[in-house]
């Protein structure tokens, strides 16, 4: 593919399908990367070590490519929503708002072994938990990748239930980062470890959702990290690295509006891509949103109890009402993207042009790339 020019080259593609649309309209080909790759997906856990008292141990969940021969025996992996909570608060949530989740993916069968694969580091957004995102980071984790989804505790869902008085810092959700990359690089290299020899160490990613796109953003001052990519990103703190990023964001995100995300872009030097999608919100990028949806959900529960104010309640299901499209059909649309960047950077032209999708390529959503040298 031809490398993209200093000028910002803008591609508005208009992907708009009607429900009553008639039979005759002509089948779409999925692209590469908008569904499930052809690597079998493991997940496993690892320790991270203490948070202190109140959080207790901080973890981080792998996603990675598992020996397809070897996970007949294992169990398909699923979380409930109230699982990285600690234990106390567990035992509070009424069994019909503890969602659970199940992926295409299995409980700790060993690594494939046609790796190393590249590393991509995972933080998530605030009030968010580290397997919030498993369906998104299941399928990234099948085209070739070991995600890390590590706990950022300090800002995530049981700090704000406890009210927490320890609050995170850029420059500790930069070490938790790091000491994520150092446990999967242990674990890879740890032969009785279901990781081992899974991970290059080589080829490194950060990626982040909210407050955990300016994590990822701040991680490329670390020489190991060569591309960052932000859904719905906070801008990093200090001179915007000249290393390739990419931001993702949503035309309806109340929380991260789609001018802050632009300005956010307009920051970075370059090589850089912004990728708009018409529609949806904040949270659109969770597993959570479909529970939202569904009237269940932990934000169901604290609006139910009164526990959080309405306006609070009204940026959580950003995204995740019955009038927004199914977060479903917007997770294909963030997976290609994030894809796209990951394969350019690491087995590609890292100036290749974003490649352009066909009309109704992702029904019912406009998508706009904008992107530059």
């Known amino acids: 593919m031809k490398r993209a020019g200093t ?9 708009i399908v009607l429900a ?16 499930s790759g052809p690597d079998t997906v493991g997940v496993t856990t690892l320790d991270l070590g203490s948070a202190g008292p109140v959080f207790g141990e901080r973890l981080a969940t792998v996603y990675y490519p598992a020996d397809p021969s070897t996970v007949a025996g294992h169990a398909r992996f699923s979380y409930t929503e109230a699982s990285t909570l600690p234990a106390a608060l567990q035992g509070i949530v009424p069994a019909k708002y503890n969602t659970t989740t199940t992926v295409d993916a ?16 995972f933080s998530h957004g605030y009030g968010g938990e580290r397997l919030y995102y498993s369906t998104l980071l299941t399928g990234i984790a099948s085209w070739g990748y070991v995600v890390v989804s590590a706990d950022y505790l300090e800002r995530g869902l049981a700090a704000q239930t406890l009210g927490s008085k320890v609050t995170s ?3 500790m959700d930069t ?7 150092s446990a999967v690089e242990q674990a890879s290299a740890a032969p009785t470890s279901v990781l081992h020899g899974v991970a290059d160490t080589h080829r490194v990613a950060a990626v982040g959702h909210s407050a955990g796109g300016e994590t990822a953003f ?6 190991q990290v060569t591309t960052a990519i932000g859904w719905a990103p906070v801008a990093p703190v200090g001179t915007p690295s000249k290393k390739p990023v990419m931001l993702i964001g949503a035309e309806g995100d109340q929380v991260v509006p789609p001018a802050t995300v632009r300005k956010t872009y307009n920051a970075f030097p370059g090589p850089k891509a912004l990728v708009e999608i018409s529609g949806e919100g904040h949270n659109t990028y969770t597993d959570i949103c479909v529970g939202i949806r569904s009237g269940g959900g932990l934000i169901s529960y604290a609006v139910a109890s009164h526990l959080i104010t309405p306006s609070l309640a009204k940026l959580g299901i950003n995204g995740c009402q019955k009038s927004d499209l199914p977060a479903q059909r917007f997770w294909p649309i963030v997976q290609f993207y994030t894809v796209v960047q990951l394969k350019n950077q690491f087995d590609g032209d890292t100036g290749a042009t974003i490649p352009t999708p066909a009309p109704g390529q992702f029904p019912g959503f406009t998508v706009t790339v904008r992107q530059s040298s």
Do not use: R
Not at 7 to 15: I, R
Not at 20 to 35: E, I, M, N
């Open 20 to 35: 009553g649309c008639s039979s005759s309209t002509p089948a779409v080909t999925p692209l590469p990367y908008q569904h």
């Open 169 to 171: 810092t850029p420059a």
């Open 175 to 181: 070490t938790i980062m790091q000491s994520s990359l």
């Open 218 to 223: 701040d991680a490329l001052g670390n020489p």
């Open 7 to 15: 000028a910002a080259l803008m591609v508005t593609v208009l992907m």
């Open 106 to 121: 299995y409980s700790d069968p060993p690594a494939s072994t046609k790796g190393p694969y590249p590393i991509v580091l």
